[in-house]
């Protein structure tokens, strides 16, 4: 169990903790300045105002020094990021195809069949070696909490084995056998359906935590996709849903009426979508946010590598946000329509393209992409909140917008385990 470890120095600390010690009222990132943060045994035991620390500190130890003490130096902290989307199992690049769609060709779905065919044919030791150098690149990169999916095996034994090497790493692991249908299946999707709510499901469900399908022109048709996340379901997994990447669907309302913890990508949206993504936070109880509305709807998961990376419009997270939905953001870090694995530049891009605030975007990329994998010990820094903190080489979060692809990441505590 790691030690104690006070931060002082903070010029400006991000608790998104409303309402906790040096907070204004009605912020829902509960900044504070002049800031200290206390870190025992893997867990935050206090963050607020310097003037208040010696107290609170010496209480919060029962008079203990802490171990270590590091002063901040006037930059700034925040909670680590919580990338709640990513298909980090995988073998191959398709490069290749990146530079064709810079060159023109539009982005499909079925480029997922390039990277299924290099996954199958890897080791074990190859997959788990790509996956612990893209997990070491999002921690540097100051990523504490990261959700894993399978989907590039789509045979029993493949996605068996991408969900089982996903879990030696993260318990936020995701079922996506029916993220297309593969070669072998063509023109047979309704069997492949079959067999993945069935002996796939079986074979993977010991080792993951959510349930996931591609509901999308060219891989999974509404009806297909409701089969897939009712099996999983019955099976105890959580849901969640690729919706609306490529054109308008029907994939956010089902996902909202299956009560799904996400639905990812949102790029095409109706006014009855937004609608429905916004009713789903509307009954009584308190949201982490400090405003009104219940505490398990379903998070818009916006993905700006995606468009980014492949030309196509960026979501309007203005109209989510203005009607009352709640947003959080994440990589897509996969092979194919968003090979990054930085959150501080989905945080930029959030906020340049997607006409998003600093704050707002902070806040979907700690505390939303908490609220996506409903964790309430991750992206917030409060007492009792796990020790994810990451240190900026920066006096501001807002440096993480306006200086796009610097490498701002300063320190990173994980569990209060430093990384590197």
Not at 242 to 256: I, K
Not at 268 to 274: H, I
Not at 358 to 377: H, I, K, P, Q, Y
Request: glycine content about 12%.
């Amino acid at each position: 169990m790691p030690g104690s470890t006070l931060v002082t120095g903070i010029g400006e600390l991000t608790t998104n903790a409303p309402g906790g010690p040096g907070t204004r009222d009605g912020d829902p990132t509960g900044l504070v300045t002049d800031a200290v943060v206390l870190l025992d045994g893997g867990r935050v035991a206090w963050a607020g105002p310097a003037r208040e620390a010696r107290d609170a500190v010496g209480h919060a130890l029962d008079g203990r020094e802490p171990d270590v003490t590091v002063d901040a130096g006037g930059r700034a902290v925040l909670p680590g990021f919580v990338d709640s989307h990513t298909h980090l199992v995988f073998a191959g690049d398709r490069a290749a195809e990146f530079e064709a769609r810079m060159a023109g060709r539009p982005y499909e779905a079925g480029g997922i069949r390039s990277t299924v065919a290099a996954t199958r044919a890897a080791s074990d030791d190859v997959l788990r070696a790509g996956l612990a150098r893209h997990l070491d690149e999002a921690a540097r990169q100051g990523t504490t909490t990261v959700e894993v999916k399978g989907g590039y095996g789509l045979t029993v034994a493949d996605e068996e084995r991408s969900v089982r090497l996903a879990r030696e790493v993260t318990p936020e692991v995701t079922f996506l056998g029916a993220h297309v249908v593969p070669v072998e299946y063509a023109g047979r999707a309704d069997a492949y359906v079959d067999l993945v709510c069935g002996e796939m499901l079986a074979m993977c469900a010991p080792h993951a935590r959510w349930v996931d399908v591609f509901c999308e022109t060219g891989a999974f048709t509404p009806e297909q996709s409701r089969r897939v996340l009712e099996a999983g379901a019955a099976a105890g997994l959580g849901v969640r849903v690729h919706a609306n990447q490529l054109a308008p669907g029907d994939g956010v309302r089902l996902a909202v009426g299956l009560g799904a913890a996400a639905v990812d990508h949102c790029t095409y949206l109706t006014d009855d979508d937004v609608a429905a993504l916004a009713g789903s936070w509307t009954d009584s109880g308190t949201r982490p946010d400090g405003t009104s509305g219940a505490v398990a709807g379903t998070v818009a998961t916006l993905l700006p590598g995606v468009e980014f990376s492949t030309r196509q419009p960026y979501p309007d997270a203005r109209r989510l946000l203005d009607a009352g939905a709640v947003v959080a953001l994440a990589s897509d870090c996969n092979p194919g329509s968003s090979y990054t694995s930085s959150m501080p530049l989905c945080v930029a891009l959030a906020v340049r393209e997607m006409r998003m605030t600093v704050a707002e975007a902070v806040w979907s990329a700690t505390a939303g992409g908490a609220l996506a994998l409903r964790r309430d010990d991750v992206g917030h820094l409060a007492p009792g909140a796990r020790a994810d903190v990451v240190l900026l080489d920066a006096p501001s979060r807002t440096h993480l917008a306006y200086r796009p692809g610097v490498p701002l990441i300063a320190k990173t505590w994980r569990s209060g385990h430093p990384h590197p």
